[in-house]
């Protein structure tokens, strides 16, 4: 596996300092946040570190002479808005801009986009299963035709109140997986797999790597918290924010030795990125780098890792 991080957690960086950190402290890869240059819409939302809209072929050849030197692959070009936004003309703004990731994963050679299907939160998962039928075939033919896969991640975007009841996100389960990719049976529609979302919704996170194991395109290392006291007193329909934590690998309830194992069972060898969302270790951007390179040493028992450095 090539182990890399999601760089929209460095939000005041560059792209050249997030490839610079990621080649000196030894790692593979970068899922690089790819949103269009406007007012964030949440934490971790609104991060640009390669604008598509902007792509010429100099900025292109920047990116991949830079890439190159440092010895860093982009694993995926990442945007994660709301693609069934109840809003027209917010969600055909969404889908005008990943299209333009997905042009601009074309152009890099870079072959994967990673986004959520979206979702109309106050609506059931069978009518979101008739909109997800009009909205998401033409993107994954226009992906097809590009040859760029598009790797789903698993988060429910169920955490504030805005969201509720439903989330921003219908890929939240394996049943629902069943039904997408049946509706949508693509080479290039497939999975960017979470382990920490199933931690909260209770679900077995191992088991579906098997299951599912020819699409899963891209993984997350990500840990989540649950805090069982607080369980018991709000109970499980309340705001999983209230009950659970996001944590840094190894910090969590995640069985990383469990995890890994059936990734190598399953001949997985695509990315795998730290994904940071700890506010524990979000007062400055030392700390982030220290929960990265915390998290890459923990996971080190599990894996190895060809590029990190003896003194570590």
Not at 22 to 41: L, N, R, T, Y
Not at 192 to 198: A, I
Not at 218 to 244: C, F, Q, T, W
């Amino acid at each position: 596996m090539k182990q890399g991080f999601v760089s929209a957690v460095f939000d005041k960086r560059s792209f050249e300092e997030v490839i610079d950190f990621a080649s000196e402290q030894g790692f593979d890869c970068v899922e690089m946040a790819c949103w269009p240059e406007e007012k964030k819409v949440r934490r971790y939302a609104g991060v640009t570190h390669i604008d598509a809209t902007k792509l010429d072929i100099k900025t292109q050849k920047h990116i991949l002479d830079y890439c190159c030197d440092k010895g860093i692959e982009i694993s995926a070009l990442a945007y994660y808005p709301n693609m069934m936004d109840p809003d027209i003309e917010k969600r055909d703004h969404y889908i005008r801009h990943l299209k333009k990731v997905i042009d601009a994963a074309e152009q890099l050679d870079i072959g994967m986009v990673t986004t959520f299907i979206g979702r109309l939160p106050k609506e059931n998962v069978d009518y979101n299963i008739g909109e997800f039928k009009k909205v998401w075939p033409p993107i994954i033919a226009y992906a097809e035709r590009k040859k760029v896969r598009i790797a789903i991640e698993n988060c429910p975007m169920l955490f504030t109140d805005d969201e509720w009841p439903g989330g921003q996100n219908l890929a939240s389960t394996p049943p629902i997986w069943r039904k997408l990719f049946s509706i949508i049976d693509s080479d290039y529609f497939g999975l960017n797999y979470d382990p920490s979302h199933f931690i909260w919704q209770g679900i077995d996170y191992i088991k579906p790597i098997h299951e599912f194991k020819d699409k899963i395109f891209h993984v997350h290392y990500k840990d989540i918290k649950l805090e069982r006291e607080k369980l018991k007193d709000v109970g499980v329909l309340a705001n999983p924010l209230s009950y659970m934590t996001p944590r840094i690998p190894g910090h969590g309830d995640v069985n990383w030795g469990e995890y890994i194992s059936a990734l190598r069972e399953i001949q997985y060898r695509g990315p795998a990125c730290i994904e940071i969302e700890d506010k524990s270790f979000e007062n400055s951007t030392e700390e982030i780098e220290e929960s990265l390179r915390i998290s890459r040493l923990y996971l080190r028992q599990f894996t190895s890792f060809p590029n990190v450095k003896e003194q570590d």
